[in-house]
Nanobody
Framework: VQLQASGGGLVQPGGSLRLTCATSGVTPDHYATGWFRQAPGKAREFVAAVSRSGGNAIYSDSVKGRFTISKDSAKNTVYLQMNNVEPEDTAVYYC??????????????????WGRGTLVTVSS
């Protein structure tokens, strides 16, 4: 199982960015998938997750209404659309996967598979 996040970069406050997580050995329809992030000097933080069926999407309060998680099973890819970004969104973003959606999804140790991160910097 391999997960590879990409799409990070420098974006201005209020701008948008889409992160991509390419999966191999993991079919998004058969796994719950999600995103975590870690800002410099801070603990790892849950961002969003979606169930295997895609019918249940969960977001942290800090990104709700601004970020959207989605998946394209035909492409074995999971996305995180980030809109109206804020400087506080600056972090390394990691995609994760697990056969079952952990309860609670914010418990990082419950996720079996982690990919390498991609850095997002929000700055003017």
């Amino acid at each position: 199982v391999q997960l590879q996040a990409s799409g990070g970069g420098l974006v201005q406050p209020g701008g948008s960015l889409r992160l991509t997580c390419a999966t191999s050995g993991v079919t998004p329809d058969h796994y719950a998938t999600g995103w975590f992030r870690q800002a410099p000097g801070k603990a790892r933080e849950f961002v969003a997750a979606v169930s295997r069926s895609g019918g249940n999407a969960i977001y942290s309060d800090s990104v709700k209404g601004r970020f959207t998680i989605s998946k394209d099973s035909a492409k074995n890819t999971v996305y995180l659309q980030m809109n109206n970004v804020e400087p506080e969104d600056t972090a390394v973003y990691y995609c994760v996967a697990d056969p079952n959606l952990p309860k609670p999804p914010g418990w990082s140790k419950a996720w079996d598979y982690w990919g390498r991160g991609t850095l997002v910097t929000v700055s003017s």
